[in-house]
């Protein structure tokens, strides 16, 4: 047991004793450091103004070491054993980073409160030796908010930051700097009224979940977070999955992909983007860059969103959950995990502990449209998702799944019977689109109204018809 979480701040070794666990390190920042250069501009993960950089010695080989993060949503206790840097780390020896002085020269900094924002996601990048392409740097800032939209100078520095002479870096700090980076210990800080817990292992995980079934799981705390910060939430005990080693693992198996629960979108994007490019496309929409590097597959599942992006896709291509309590684990149908709204076929202590995914039909096409009012760093108002499989011109396997359509992401099984076994073509496609009308009954709210999701449903549908992605869709097939 301990009560210390220790890490490196800004080169500097700190420890913290008994810390609130459900405290932000933007506030701990902000208030016992008075490292004021890292700014609250929204609380929930949405305009990058409290951009970190954390770099885990742990941190899966194929991902880049530094991960942008947003402060605001970060607990503190998560941070044991990592590097953080903030924007006071950047210069040295009163030299500005590459990325600053980029930023002075190219005029891309207009005020104080977005810019230290603007330059941490840079100068993850830059560490990561990230390319500076308009697409990848589109992506790279697309969770850093400028409201006076200065983007133009922004992206012209980011484009030439390498071009000026290097400071030295801050290095990433390695379990073995420091006695104090604990990292092979289950932790419990029970110093406060809350207790925190770390477990080290899935067997650790299971006891512990199993031991304490009102605990909230804590994964990327993308959701948790704003639990937190927005919604002012106590949250009395916590099981951090951070350092549960495996459960971000990633693994080909002979039939499909095996994606451990905590694998973050960041870590899931390139293999699922290979298997499945659409799905690929839909990931880097998830969010920003510092959403995909905390959010995790399974914490977008095991939250039970009607709105969540995972689901849909997932759904169309038959994924199945593994659940897991103390040591028993049983495997379902994801369609099967949502029951109704707010929901879900959990059991008391139980959690996900892996996401199947199958490999690839052969001649089997996918596509998964996500429909938001903002391209990018925007929740979906319906995300539809198709898999198809064709025996010459009929239809021989649909699935069709949507979120945004109901109180939970569901197949269109009316849609699909449509389809099933006819001919793919238009009259038939146009049946199916009449049918959603009988899968679903949508609501109205902010993101859409119930006329627009379902015509909007019926028009993607129409969209993966005509989608030139087709490989094998002739055109007098596609117009017959
Ligand atoms: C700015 C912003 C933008 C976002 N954009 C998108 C978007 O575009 N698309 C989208 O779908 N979502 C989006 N989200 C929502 C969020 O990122 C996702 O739902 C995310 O995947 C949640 O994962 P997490 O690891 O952060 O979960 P957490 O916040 O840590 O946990 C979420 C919930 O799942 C539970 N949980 C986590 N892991 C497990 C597990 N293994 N077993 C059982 N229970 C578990 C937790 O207890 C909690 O109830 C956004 C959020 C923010 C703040
Ligand atoms: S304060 Fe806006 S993302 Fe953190
Ligand atoms: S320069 Fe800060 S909001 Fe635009």
Same mark, same amino acid.
């Given at each position: #047991?301990?009560?210390?979480?220790?890490?490196?701040? +800004?080169?500097?070794?700190?420890?913290?004793?008994?810390?609130?666990?459900?405290?932000?390190?933007?506030?701990?920042?902000?208030?016992?450091?008075?490292?004021?250069?890292?700014? *609250?501009?929204?609380?929930?993960?949405?305009?990058?103004?409290?951009?970190?950089?954390?770099?885990?010695?742990?941190?899966?080989?194929?991902?880049?070491?530094?991960?942008?993060?947003?402060?605001?949503?970060?607990?503190?206790?998560?941070?044991?054993?990592?590097?953080?840097?903030?924007?006071?780390?950047?210069?040295?020896?009163?030299?500005?980073?590459?990325? &600053?002085?980029?930023?002075?020269?190219?005029?891309?900094?207009?005020?104080?409160?977005?810019?230290?924002?603007?330059?941490?996601?840079?100068?993850?990048?830059?560490?990561?030796?990230?390319?500076?392409?308009?697409?990848?740097?589109?992506?790279?800032?697309?969770?850093?908010?400028?409201?006076?939209?200065?983007?133009?100078?922004?992206?012209?520095?980011?484009?030439?930051?390498?071009?000026?002479?290097?400071?030295?870096?801050?290095?990433?700090?390695?379990?073995?700097?420091?006695?104090?980076?604990?990292?092979?210990?289950?932790? $419990? %800080?029970?110093?406060?009224?809350?207790?925190?817990?770390?477990?080290?292992?899935?067997?650790?995980?299971?006891?512990?979940?199993?031991?304490?079934?009102? @605990?909230?799981?804590?994964?990327?705390?993308?959701?948790?977070?704003?639990?937190?910060?927005? &919604?002012?939430?106590?949250?009395?005990?916590?099981?951090?999955?951070?350092?549960?080693?495996?459960?971000?693992?990633?693994?080909?198996?002979?039939?499909?992909?095996?994606?451990?629960?905590?694998?973050?979108?960041?870590?899931?994007?390139?293999?699922?983007?290979?298997?499945?490019?659409?799905?690929?496309?839909?990931?880097?929409?998830?969010?920003?860059?510092?959403?995909? +590097?905390?959010?995790?597959?399974?914490?977008?599942?095991?939250?039970?969103?009607?709105?969540?992006? #995972?689901?849909?896709?997932?759904?169309?291509?038959?994924?199945?959950?593994? %659940?897991?309590?103390?040591?028993?684990?049983?495997?379902? @149908?994801?369609?099967?995990?949502?029951?109704?709204?707010?929901? &879900?076929?959990?059991?008391?202590?139980?959690?996900? *502990?892996?996401?199947?995914?199958? +490999?690839?039909?052969?001649?089997?096409?996918?596509?998964?449209?996500?429909?938001?009012?903002?391209?990018?760093?925007?929740?979906?108002?319906?995300?539809?998702?198709?898999?198809?499989?064709?025996?010459?011109?009929?239809?021989?396997?649909?699935?069709?799944?949507?979120?945004?359509? @109901?109180?939970?992401?569901?197949?269109?099984? !009316?849609?699909? @019977?449509? %389809?099933?076994?006819?001919?793919? +073509? *238009? $009259?038939?496609?146009?049946?199916? #689109? #009449?049918? %959603?009308?009988?899968?679903?009954?949508?609501?109205?709210?902010?993101?859409?109204?119930?006329?627009?999701?379902?015509?909007?449903?019926? !028009?993607?549908?129409?969209?993966?018809?005509?989608?030139?992605?087709?490989?094998?869709?002739?055109?007098?097939?596609?117009?017959?």
């Amino acid at each position: #047991m301990r009560d210390t979480v220790s890490f490196t701040l +800004n080169g500097e070794m700190v420890s913290v004793q008994n810390p609130d666990p459900t405290l932000t390190l933007l506030n701990w920042l902000r208030q016992t450091r008075s490292l004021t250069g890292t700014k *609250e501009g929204c609380a929930e993960g949405d305009c990058g103004a409290c951009t970190v950089v954390i770099g885990s010695p742990d941190a899966p080989e194929d991902l880049p070491p530094w991960r942008a993060v947003n402060a605001c949503i970060a607990f503190l206790p998560t941070l044991d054993g990592k590097t953080v840097i903030t924007v006071e780390g950047l210069a040295q020896n009163g030299k500005l980073h590459p990325v &600053q002085q980029a930023l002075i020269e190219h005029h891309g900094s207009q005020c104080g409160f977005c810019t230290p924002g603007f330059v941490m996601s840079l100068y993850a990048h830059y560490r990561n030796e990230g390319v500076v392409d308009d697409e990848t740097l589109n992506d790279v800032l697309a969770g850093n908010l400028c409201r006076c939209t200065g983007y133009a100078p922004i992206i012209r520095a980011a484009r030439a930051m390498y071009d000026y002479p290097k400071v030295e870096d801050i290095l990433l700090a390695s379990a073995t700097d420091s006695e104090m980076l604990c990292l092979t210990m289950t932790d $419990t %800080l029970s110093g406060t009224e809350k207790q925190y817990f770390a477990p080290h292992n899935m067997s650790e995980l299971a006891i512990i979940y199993a031991k304490h079934p009102d @605990a909230v799981i804590l994964a990327g705390s993308t959701d948790v977070g704003l639990w937190v910060t927005k &919604q002012k939430k106590v949250l009395k005990v916590l099981i951090d999955i951070g350092r549960v080693e495996g459960f971000a693992n990633i693994e080909k198996t002979e039939n499909g992909l095996m994606i451990g629960a905590g694998a973050s979108y960041a870590a899931a994007h390139e293999t699922l983007e290979e298997m499945y490019p659409s799905l690929g496309e839909l990931i880097r929409r998830i969010g920003s860059t510092q959403i995909r +590097n905390a959010g995790t597959m399974g914490g977008n599942i095991a939250n039970g969103s009607p709105i969540g992006d #995972m689901p849909p896709p997932l759904i169309a291509l038959g994924a199945e959950l593994i %659940l897991r309590r103390g040591d028993n684990t049983r495997r379902i @149908a994801l369609e099967s995990f949502f029951l109704e709204y707010g929901k &879900q076929d959990i059991a008391s202590g139980e959690f996900v *502990e892996t996401i199947f995914v199958p +490999n690839p039909v052969p001649a089997g096409r996918f596509a998964v449209y996500k429909v938001s009012k903002r391209f990018d760093q925007d929740i979906s108002a319906l995300c539809g998702a198709f898999s198809l499989q064709l025996d010459g011109h009929k239809v021989a396997a649909i699935r069709i799944a949507f979120g945004g359509m @109901a109180g939970i992401p569901a197949r269109a099984k !009316n849609a699909e @019977a449509a %389809l099933l076994g006819q001919d793919w +073509n *238009e $009259t038939n496609l146009r049946k199916a #689109m #009449m049918a %959603l009308g009988d899968d679903f009954t949508p609501l109205s709210d902010m993101r859409a109204s119930a006329e627009y999701r379902l015509q909007c449903a019926q !028009n993607l549908l129409l969209k993966f018809w005509l989608s030139d992605d087709a490989p094998y869709l002739a055109k007098e097939v596609r117009h017959g």
